[in-house]
T-cell receptor, first 111, second 110 residues
Framework: EAGVTQSPTHLIKTRGQQATLRCSPI?????VYWYQQALGLGLQFLLW???????NRGNFPPRFSGRQFPNYSSELNVNALELEDSALYLC??????????FGQGTRLTVV | QQPVQSPQAVILREGEDAVINCSSS?????VHWYRQKHGEAPVFLMI?????EQKGHEKISASFNEKKQQSSLYLTASQLSYSGTYFC???????????FGAGTTVTVRA
C-alpha cells in the first residue's frame, strides 16, 4: 500500500512569489495535517483538513492557506513568500484520530 | 495548545536507559510517539489510546497516565540506531488536531 506522498520534493522560489505544495494521503485516510519544520526546529502545526473541510489552523498568517479535494488529497499554498518561509513542509494523514503517517516532505527554499 | 516535552536533549552511551516525558494541561484522547532522524520524515513508533496503557516497539516502550495527562517514553538498553529526535503528538478529547511537542534530541554514543 502506498504511503503518504508529497510533491515536489524540493522547491526554490523567489521572495514575493507563491508556492503550491501537494499531498496525497494513505488510501482510506480522511484527515490531512500540514506542518512547518524550520531547520533544526520542531513541528509547527499549520493546518488540519478532514472530510474536505478546514478544521483548525495554527498560528500562521493568512497567506498560508490550503484546501482538501474530494479524493482527500490536499494542497498547501503560501503566498507572498518571505525568506523565513524556508523550511521543510510535512504532510501527515490519519483516519478518525488514529495514528498519523508522514510523507517525506517538501523542502521549500525562498531566495 | 502544544504538549510539553522534557528533557530537550539527552546523551547516552550504548546500553544506557533514558526516559522522555510528554505532558499536557488539557485532557488527552491519545498520545503518539515518533522518531525523526536527520533529514528524514518522522516515523511512527506507537500510539497510546487509554490511560495506563503501555506499548512497546523493540526495546522502546511507553506509558500513558491519564490522571496526570502525561506520557513517558522509555529507551531501554539504547542502541546507536535510537539516535534521533523524538516527538510526542497528542489528540485532545473532542479535538483531533494533532499537536506535537518541541521534541527531544537523543544522541547515543558507542
Amino acid at each position: 500500500e502506498a504511503g503518504v506522498t508529497q510533491s515536489p520534493t524540493h522547491l526554490i522560489k523567489t521572495r514575493g512569489q507563491q508556492a503550491t505544495l501537494r499531498c496525497s494521503p494513505i488510501s482510506g485516510h480522511t484527515s490531512v495535517y500540514w506542518y512547518q519544520q524550520a531547520l533544526g526546529l520542531g513541528l509547527q502545526f499549520l493546518l488540519w483538513y478532514d472530510e474536505g473541510e478546514e478544521r483548525n489552523r495554527g498560528n500562521f498568517p493568512p497567506r498560508f492557506s490550503g484546501r482538501q479535494f474530494p479524493n482527500y488529497s490536499s494542497e498547501l499554498n503560501v503566498n507572498a513568500l518571505e525568506l523565513e518561509d524556508s523550511a521543510l513542509y510535512l504532510c501527515a494523514s490519519s483516519f478518525s484520530g488514529q495514528q498519523a503517517f508522514f510523507g517525506q516532505g517538501t523542502r521549500l527554499t525562498v531566495v | 495548545q502544544q504538549p510539553v516535552q522534557s528533557p530537550q536533549a539527552v546523551i547516552l552511551r550504548e546500553g544506557e536507559d533514558a526516559v522522555i516525558n510528554c505532558s499536557s494541561s488539557k485532557a488527552l484522547y491519545s498520545v503518539h510517539w515518533y522518531r525523526q532522524k536527520h533529514g528524514e520524515a518522522p516515523v511512527f513508533l506507537m500510539i497510546l489510546l487509554k490511560g495506563g496503557e503501555q506499548k512497546g516497539h523493540e526495546k522502546i516502550s511507553a506509558s500513558f497516565n491519564e490522571k496526570k495527562q502525561q506520557s513517558s517514553l522509555y529507551l531501554t538498553a539504547s542502541q546507536l540506531s535510537y539516535s534521533g529526535t523524538y516527538f510526542c503528538g497528542t489528540y485532545y478529547k473532542n479535538d483531533y488536531k494533532l499537536s506535537f511537542g518541541a521534541g527531544t534530541t537523543v544522541t547515543v554514543r558507542a
